[in-house]
Structures are given as C-alpha cells and as structure tokens.
Nanobody, 116 residues
C-alpha cells in the first residue's frame, strides 16, 4: 500500500504560479510512474501530466508550456510547477502512483483556485 499526500494548493490570481507537491510513502518510489490529474466541479477527472521512472514527461495539451512535472527520488516526492495559471485551471488536483500491474494509488487531493 502506498500513501500519497498532496500539498501546495491554494488561491491564486490569474497569471500567478503555484507548486504542488506529492509525497509518497514507499521505499521504491523511483520505480513508479507518477501522474497528476485534476477534477473541476461537475466535470470528469482529467489527466494533467506524467513522469516516468526514468524521467520522461508527458502533458495534457491544455497545460503544455505552462506546467512542469518533476520528481525527486531522494525525497520520494513529485512536483507540479504551475505557471501562468488561468481560471479554467481551477480544480482539485490529485497525485497518482502506478507500478505496472501491482497497483494504482491516489492521494486525497489539493484544491487549486484561480480567481481575481
């Protein structure tokens, strides 16, 4: 069982920045595919970004050029740097950890609100 704890959400004005963190409780964090998803009110959860165990990244078109995913295996943590935030980025952001067929784990989510 892997526990994921997100932090770093909050209220920010349009054009602002936030950095989300997701700390994982596992000794083999470096082996996991790590992903960020988000869910806005009355919408389905959607993919935001992913980083593989070897550092290959992938992004949703809606966040390319504005968001950056990274990981620090020494700290068992994955980050999501979000720049030039827009009101449509408002959502609960969830961290997800996947290790092949062994399981998929989710954090509790952190709220990001972009509003003036």
């Amino acid at each position: 069982q892997v526990q994921l704890v997100e932090s770093g959400g909050g209220l920010v004005q349009p054009g602002g920045s936030l950095r989300l963190s997701c700390a994982a409780s596992t000794s083999n964090f470096n082996m996991y595919l790590m992903r960020w998803y988000r869910q806005a009110p009355e919408k389905q959860r959607e993919f935001v970004a992913a980083i593989s165990s070897v550092g290959i990244t992938n992004y949703a078109d809606s966040v390319k050029g504005r968001f950056t995913i990274s990981r620090d295996n020494a700290k068992n943590t994955v980050y999501l740097q979000m720049n030039n935030l827009k009101p449509e980025d408002t959502a609960v952001y969830y961290c997800n950890a996947v290790l092949g067929g062994l399981g998929s784990y989710w954090g509790q989510g952190t709220q990001v609100t972009v509003s003036s």
